[in-house]
């Protein structure tokens, strides 16, 4: 983000804050579907930030919704019904009674036996995806699959569009997407065959990686190449279509937290800022050991360099942000921006201890006018 908009943001809005860039975000993601085979598909995992759905609507092919929450989010924002995908374990007859009723959305993933028996009770046409089981608690196994395609016809307001696989996140190796995707790629034929049945897309979770830290070295270029190669090389031509979450949005954030106190203690520099670990969680950090993407405000030398402690306001000792880094001249007030938050940070925190605040969500829209999209808002009232 620029620096003026930054300023802007410093000077005008409250910390703690996170701020969502729509044009980085749109970039990103005219980046990815550039370094991606063409006829690929791209739909975003909400979950990875809500805040930001209304702002990509036109420019992903779908969304996966996972929960009552997240449909909820949907439906306020009037999100196209046609692009939902309504995911995730945990979906019961009245959820999907509701859905069905209220809304034009009729594309469910299976998760169970028991999410196919409530669609089977539908009387509405509705379109699945059966998702494929990795031996976690998510998905079907491949027999109960093939059952409830070997038995199609006594289902005839049921389309079965395809499959989904996602099997975790953060996935560095092309080694390992490379198995997955082959394991797909033979269930797939192994059903068109046996079942004379054509699938006609596979909704494959990648889980793609996103490195957070400051010493991490990741060629992003010749990984998405390298994984287009692979699904260039599927024996499967039908759609291919992306489930992605953290690689679409984490760039487009950060957050920004206040210095507020400092202290030397035992010949250690400690300062404290008004966030915390409640509202920052990056993937891998472990006991602030690592270093993120970060910036200081104002932007300083790096002359005379003192080494601070950088801790949040919560009563617990592992409310640290970033242990040991080097800063010049650290005063209060001074404001610490974390990059790549755009994924899960403001999610994944334990944001009701202490009962703190939570913080304040802003949009940089699209020209560059910033929005208030989440107040800063108490928590203590939930806890008492
Ligand atoms: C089913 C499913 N799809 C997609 C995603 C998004 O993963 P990521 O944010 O790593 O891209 C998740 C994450 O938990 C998931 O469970």
Request: net charge neutral; charged share 30%.
């Amino acid at each position: 983000m620029k620096e003026d908009i930054i300023k802007n943001i410093v000077d005008n809005y409250e910390t703690p804050a996170y701020v969502f860039d729509i044009k980085t975000l749109k970039s990103r993601i005219s980046y990815l579907k550039a370094s991606l085979p063409k006829n690929t598909k791209l739909c975003y995992a909400i979950k990875a930030n809500t805040f930001i759905v209304k702002d990509i609507e036109e420019d992903v092919d779908r969304f996966e919704v996972c929960s009552n929450g997240e449909y909820e989010i949907c439906k306020s924002k009037k999100i196209n019904g046609n692009k939902i995908l309504i995911s995730g374990i945990n979906k019961d007859d009245k959820l999907i009674n509701r859905i069905i009723s209220e809304s034009d959305i009729r594309f469910f993933s299976i998760e169970s036996m028991s999410q196919f028996e409530a669609l089977k009770n539908q009387k509405e046409n509705v379109k699945i995806l059966i998702r494929i089981t990795s031996g976690n608690q998510f998905g079907i196994n491949e027999e109960e699959c093939k059952k409830i395609i070997e038995k199609r016809a006594l289902y005839p307001h049921i389309e079965i569009v395809g499959l989904q696989y996602f099997t975790g996140t953060q996935k560095n190796s092309i080694k390992v997407l490379k198995k997955e995707l082959d394991y797909m790629d033979s269930l797939i034929e192994e059903i068109e065959c046996n079942y004379n049945f054509k699938i006609k897309e596979l909704e494959f979770g990648t889980g793609f990686p996103v490195h957070y830290f400051s010493n991490e070295n990741f060629d992003e270029d010749s990984f998405l190449k390298e994984f287009s190669e692979l699904l260039n090389n599927c024996k499967f031509k039908g759609n291919i279509i992306l489930e992605i979450g953290r690689s679409m949005v984490a760039s487009c954030g950060i957050y920004l937290t206040k210095v507020v106190d400092k202290k030397i203690n035992k010949n250690e520099r400690f300062a404290i800022v008004d966030g915390g670990i409640n509202h920052l969680v990056y993937y891998g950090q472990f006991m602030a050991m690592k270093i993120p993407q970060m910036e200081i405000f104002p932007k300083r030398d790096n002359n005379d360099t003192e080494i601070w402690n950088i801790c949040g306001s919560l009563c617990t000792i592992n409310d640290i942000l970033v242990k040991k880094i080097e800063v010049s001249n650290l005063q209060v007030g001074d404001i610490f921006i974390f990059k790549n938050t755009g994924a899960y940070c403001s999610t994944e925190g334990i944001s009701l201890f202490l009962s703190r605040d939570l913080p304040q969500v802003l949009v940089n829209d699209i020209n560059d006018n910033i929005k208030v999209v989440r107040k800063i808002t108490p928590t203590y009232n939930l806890n008492m």
